[in-house]
């Protein structure tokens, strides 16, 4: 193969030269993307973590799950709670979880997002997301 490459044209040869080059670019982009999305997750975990945190120091997953609970906030906030609570893993949120869940369709006027809550039962459980 070394010799083939060799017999290319010059042109030939910087064609494959630009498509290792193409494929560094897209596999750098790649990984910039996966970094900034696991960091944007994280930030939006610690700002809602402090937010619960705020209203009931200690634990963040027994805050989250008090915030989760709580009629004082909202029902978008309490949502994000339970977010937060699926990127936590932790199985100790499990009872707050599945008492909010009723596998029936979104009603976002008055419950929780029952989307969001399948899938922080999910993770909490272990089950890949």
């Known amino acids: 193969m070394l010799s083939s490459f060799r017999q290319l044209p010059w042109n030939g040869r910087r064609f494959v030269r630009l498509i290792g080059y193409a494929v560094a670019v897209v596999l750098c982009l790649t990984a910039v993307v996966f970094i900034g999305t696991v960091w944007l997750i994280e ?5 809602v973590s402090e937010a619960a945190l705020h209203d009931q120091p200690g634990d963040v997953v027994l805050a989250l799950m008090e915030y989760v609970e709580s009629p004082n906030h909202t029902l978008r906030d309490r949502n994000r709670a339970v977010w937060a609570l699926g990127r936590l893993r932790d199985p100790r949120a499990l009872p707050v979880l599945k008492r909010h869940f009723t596998d029936g369709a979104c009603d976002h006027d008055r ?19």
């Open 111 to 129: 419950l929780l997002c029952q989307h969001e809550l399948r899938k922080a039962i999910a993770l909490c459980r272990g089950e890949i997301n």
């Open 43 to 47: 930030s939006g975990v610690r700002a």
